[in-house]
Nanobody, 122 residues
Framework: QERLVESGGRLVQAGDSLRLSCAAAANTYSSFHLGWFRQAPGKEREFVATMTRVMGTPSYGDFVKGRFTISRSDALNTIYLQMNDLKPEDTAIYYC???????????????WGQGTQVTVSA
């Protein structure tokens, strides 16, 4: 069983909204903090958002500026990334991640999903 399976990425236009989903294996969901990273072509992977395991406290990368919201469904072992007002620079592969530590608001990932492609056209 895959630990983390992302879905929801697709081609959208600038200004559109999109929601990504990450279905986690039950033991992964209950044991780790979960979050999102992204990697654009030619760039390093960057932190997008995380939500702490117990309290569900969210934190975001500096670039988010209120456009993205992380949420979760405990019943479905799933986290979501709602992305609004998408821009061409948001084009990237978005990865779901799981880790034991959130340090200074950043998830330190130990496990990765396979990624889902988000492409934003101008």
């Amino acid at each position: 069983q895959e630990r983390l399976v992302e879905s929801g990425g697709r081609l959208v236009q600038a200004g559109d909204s999109l929601r990504l989903s990450c279905a986690a294996a039950a033991n992964t969901y209950s044991s780790f903090h979960l979050g999102w990273f992204r990697q654009a072509p030619g760039k390093e992977r960057e932190f997008v958002a995380t939500m702490t395991r117990v309290m569900g406290t969210p934190s975001y990368g500096d670039f988010v500026k209120g456009r993205f919201t992380i949420s979760r469904s405990d019943a479905l072992n799933t986290i979501y990334l709602q992305m609004n007002d998408l821009k061409p620079e948001d084009t990237a592969i978005y990865y779901c991640a799981a880790g034991s530590t959130v340090r200074m608001g950043r998830l330190e990932s130990e496990y990765w999903g396979q990624g889902t492609q988000v492409t934003v056209s101008a």
